[in-house]
């Protein structure tokens, strides 16, 4: 972790941007990847670029959350039927590109009927109320999406009810390594939005301007809770 951490400070040159050499394993290819301070934050003595969230390939416009989640699922195969909760995004547009039956969606709230497509062929579902018959996905994707549920033990429910038998779920979520407790920043009270730390707003390609607040960062305890759902083998890296 020490040498790590020195690497990564010895990378920063003060600038709003840098690059970085190295091998994108999605395009195969040496690149030079783009880091930028986007949802940075700040050390005692400097401001961090966020990883995660950061290091994005000039080709496929993909960050490094996003190519370590395709690294984990390159062992499916392109007639898998996946779920994705997002439409929006590189990372959709690569997929639709290399697996033949991929549905992805976006919450559109009441605007366009659950299971439906706007004018712009964007489907609307809700994770907590999935238009999708039981058992018909080998996969289902969740990046960075549960955190926004208040409600996120139905998702989980409704992700367990449309996998196969031997269907997989596979997710990111900001994850507190030092947390058993999941970390409630936020709940939904009398229909009202309650704040119990200071809002934190994240990233939303439908609300670029505001974002999407973030209800939660979860601990330990979300392995349990997965159990809980029904989900087998479940482990986090």
């Not at 986007?38 to 960050?63: A, F, G, H, Q």
Request: with cysteine; net charge positive.
């Amino acid at each position: 972790m020490y040498e790590r951490n020195k690497f990564e400070k010895s990378l920063i040159l003060g600038k709003s941007k840098f690059y970085h050499k190295g091998i994108c394993h999605t395009c195969n290819k040496q690149v030079d990847f783009v880091v930028d301070y986007d949802y940075s934050y700040k050390t005692e003595l400097e401001r961090m670029p966020n990883w995660r969230e950061s290091i994005v390939c000039p080709n496929c416009k993909l960050n490094n959350r996003m190519r370590f989640s395709l690294h984990i699922m390159s062992d499916f195969k392109k007639t898998s039927n996946i779920y994705i909760a997002e439409q929006i995004s590189p990372l959709y547009t690569h997929l639709v590109k290399k697996i033949n039956s991929i549905i992805g969606s976006e919450f559109l709230g009441t605007k366009v009927p659950l299971g439906k497509t706007n004018n712009n062929r964007i489907r609307n579902e809700d994770f907590t109320n999935l238009t999708f018959s039981n058992e018909v996905f080998d996969l289902v994707l969740s990046f960075d999406v549960f955190e926004h549920i208040p409600d996120y033990y139905s998702a989980f429910t409704e992700a367990y009810r449309v996998l196969k038998t031997n269907g997989r779920l596979i997710f990111s979520v900001p994850f507190e390594k030092n947390s058993y407790k999941n970390i409630v920043r936020a709940r939904i009270q009398n229909g009202r939005t309650e704040h119990i730390l200071p809002p934190e707003m994240q990233g939303d390609p439908l609300n670029l301007s505001e974002g999407t607040l973030c209800y939660y960062h979860f601990g330990w305890e979300i392995l349990y809770i997965l159990r809980k759902t029904g989900f087998k083998d479940v482990h986090a890296k």
